[in-house]
Structures are given as structure tokens and as C-alpha cells.
């Protein structure tokens, strides 16, 4: 079916970069842990070095599930934009290519899920 165009489309999206005070919006799907249903939506300062937010992100989003104690983040692998990706530690999130929206995928291995269900 064609589709005709109406008139121009000027309204700004509200989850532009601007709009979020100097941070920027991080999604993090850990892979085989479907108890959380999607990836999670972070608001993060681009600066904050990957290490920390491992700590102070990662770790406290995470929690609740009964895996969460065991992951192994010496052991953890991570997609960015669905393209492996080993992280630099000290460095920041933007120095790390981690840009606003994109998508960082960590799989833990050995932990799949509650009882290996992927769940």
C-alpha cells in the first residue's frame, strides 16, 4: 500500500542526549536472564569509568536476581551495538565508543538463567 506524506514532521524527540543533564541513556540486556524482560534503560554520566559502573550501575540493577551474586565480571563477555566489545576499564563509558542509546549486551558465563533455564 503507498504511503503519501501529510506535511513535515518538525516535532524533537524528548529522549534526545540534551534533554537528560549532561548523562546518557545506556541499555544493558543481560543475556539468558529473561527474569528482567528487557534491557534495563540507564541514565549514566559518559564519563563514569567502565569499572564503575560495573560497581555502581551494573551491579546494583542486577541484584535482585538470584544469579547476581555469582557473575564473574573478570569472566563476563559484552557485545556493543551487537559487536563484541572488551571494555577499558579505567576508561569512560564515551571513550569506550558507548554512546547515547546504544546497546551493551553481557553474557556471564556458566550462569544461565534460574535453574539453566535462561530465565
Known amino acids: ?7 513535515t514532521y518538525t516535532a524533537q524527540p524528548l529522549d534526545r542526549q540534551a534533554n537528560f543533564h549532561g548523562a546518557q541513556l545506556v541499555y544493558l540486556c543481560w543475556e539468558n536472564h529473561l527474569l528482567f524482560c528487557a534491557p534495563f534503560t540507564l541514565p549514566v554520566d559518559p564519563a563514569l569509568p567502565f569499572a564503575a559502573f560495573i560497581e555502581q550501575v551494573v551491579k546494583p540493577a542486577i541484584a535482585l536476581h538470584p544469579d ?32 547515547h542509546k546504544s546497546l551493551l549486551h553481557l553474557h556471564t558465563p556458566g550462569l544461565e538463567g534460574l535453574g539453566g533455564s535462561h530465565n
Open 1 to 7: 500500500m503507498p504511503v503519501t506524506a501529510i506535511g
Open 68 to 99: 547476581a551474586a555469582q557473575v564473574d565480571f573478570a569472566t563476563a563477555r559484552w557485545r556493543l551495538d551487537e559487536q563484541p566489545f572488551t571494555p577499558d576499564l579505567a576508561r569512560g563509558l564515551a571513550a569506550n565508543g558507548i554512546t
